[in-house]
């Protein structure tokens, strides 16, 4: 089984707003250079999931692991990103795709997250 990683992000009109995406995409694929690794967005950006996913199958993913990079499980993530996931299913059968919770729900990034916020603001120092 090859599996890929498909990171889902909202998207902007700046193209500024998506660099800590792309940062955290270029790590993922540093370090684990063997996985196909694609960005997709769900609005004004490219690609949507639809392209992302088409190039992981195509670069022969049969898992695709969608890790939306949210804070939190808001409408998006609740409403708009399910059908957009079964959709992807759909379009490749004999892939697995698998959808995880929001990552800023996650401990070690909510730990991560806290733990420079304090550095920020001067604590600890």
């Given at each position: 089984m090859k599996s890929a990683i498909l990171?889902?992000?909202?998207?902007?009109?700046?193209?500024?707003?998506?660099?800590?995406f792309q940062a955290i995409a270029d790590r993922?694929?540093?370090a684990d250079p063997g996985r196909p690794v694609e960005l997709a967005f769900?609005?004004?950006?490219?690609?949507?999931?639809h392209a992302a996913a088409r190039h992981l199958v195509a670069a022969g993913a049969t898992r695709v692991d969608v890790v939306p990079l949210f804070l939190g499980s808001g409408g998006h993530l609740r409403q708009d990103l399910p059908p957009l996931v079964e959709a992807?299913?759909?379009?490749?059968?004999?892939?697995?795709?698998r959808l995880h919770a929001a990552i800023g729900e996650n401990v070690d990034v909510i730990d991560v997250m806290s733990r420079?916020?304090?550095s920020l603001a001067g604590f600890g120092e």
């Open positions: 990171l889902f992000a909202h998207g902007a009109r700046d193209a500024r707003w998506a660099e800590p993922v694929r540093r769900l609005e004004i950006m490219s690609p949507d999931i992807v299913r759909s379009a490749h059968a004999g892939v697995e795709v420079a916020i304090l």
